[in-house]
């Protein structure tokens, strides 16, 4: 499965190490796959009559969580009750889903219209709706440097309104990309959080206080940092529990030392060093 990578503009290498990549990224807590749950489905919706907006609030805001992005957005049309309701229920966004069949493996295979589209529909719902978004997936877009100001944007946006899971993968060409932008730090509420196909921001300038006081769990695939650059991420994370690497782009030094941290792995990475520095919780550590 090539999860929409396109074999002619890839070679071998980065192809595996994305495909590993997304094998890996979290299982969104929604689906696009809905299930009949009674056989008479069918006749009722031969019905005029709208009776699901006569149930209590609560419940629709029970469907509204099991809805993905686009679905749920579409419910605001029926009625100004549902656009608050909308507005109300906290916000899972996985841009596959905006795509036409809604699934990861028709992710578009190389930038143009498609990519472009879901990406204007994911700038779109984040300024739409207030958050907070407890799980964003994004891993259709083709980021390049024109895009620069819409990554500070999307993520100032997360930053305000509160994200608790981040999945990014950007599909450059070549490997490994755009810098992420340093208000990356600004996602204070971030528990879990996956990067791939990206450079890591330069933490040499950034304000005292920035940093992840939330975050437990680190995956960083196809990703190009500095030694410094990682000591610094273990030191402003004081709750991290699982640290892991997948195929990252550039040699590393890694020293750990976190006090949190109960296991690390790095997995087809280039590595000069790993020097278990002051890691009191650590339990496993796996390289290979």
């Known amino acids: ?32 796959i809905a299930r009949l749950r009674c056989d008479a489905t069918a006749a009722a919706a031969a019905e005029t009559a709208d009776r699901l907006s006569r149930l209590p609030d609560d419940i629709l805001r029970r469907v509204l969580s099991c809805l993905p992005a686009k679905d749920g957005a579409r419910t605001t049309v029926l009625s100004s009750r549902w656009r608050g309701l909308w507005r109300s229920e ?30 204007d529909a994911v700038s779109a719902a984040l300024k739409a709706h207030p958050g ?14 024109t895009d620069r100001r819409v990554l500070a944007r999307w993520f100032q946006i997360l930053a305000t309104k509160g994200v608790d899971e981040l999945v990014f ?16 730090f600004s996602c204070a509420s971030l528990s879990r959080l996956c990067l791939g196909a990206w450079v890591f921001p330069d933490t040499t300038a950034l304000p005292r206080g920035a940093g992840f006081p939330n975050l437990r769990e ?41 006090q949190s941290l109960r296991c690390a792995q790095f997995c087809l990475s280039i590595l000069e060093e790993v020097a278990v520095v002051n890691a009191p919780s650590l339990e496993r550590l796996f390289l290979w």
């Open 90 to 119: 906290p916000l899972v966004l996985v841009d596959t889903h905006l795509l036409s069949r809604g699934d990861a493996e028709c992710r578009p295979a190389r930038a143009g219209a498609v990519s472009r589209a879901v990406t």
């Open 1 to 32: 499965m090539l999860h929409g990578l396109a074999p002619e503009t890839l070679n071998l290498h980065s192809q595996t190490m994305l495909t590993f990549l997304y094998s890996f990224l979290p299982k969104p807590p929604v689906s696009t």
């Open 218 to 258: 680190l995956v960083l695939g196809c990703v190009v940092m500095k030694d410094k650059d990682l000591e610094f991420l273990l030191a402003v994370s004081p709750v991290l529990e699982i640290l892991a690497f997948h195929g990252s782009l550039a040699s590393l030094h890694a020293r750990i030392s976190n």
């Open 132 to 145: 907070p978004f407890p799980f964003v997936s994004l891993t259709c877009s083709f980021m390049d440097a």
């Open 169 to 184: 993968v950007n599909r450059p060409w070549p490997l490994p990309g755009l810098p992420l932008p340093s208000s990356l």
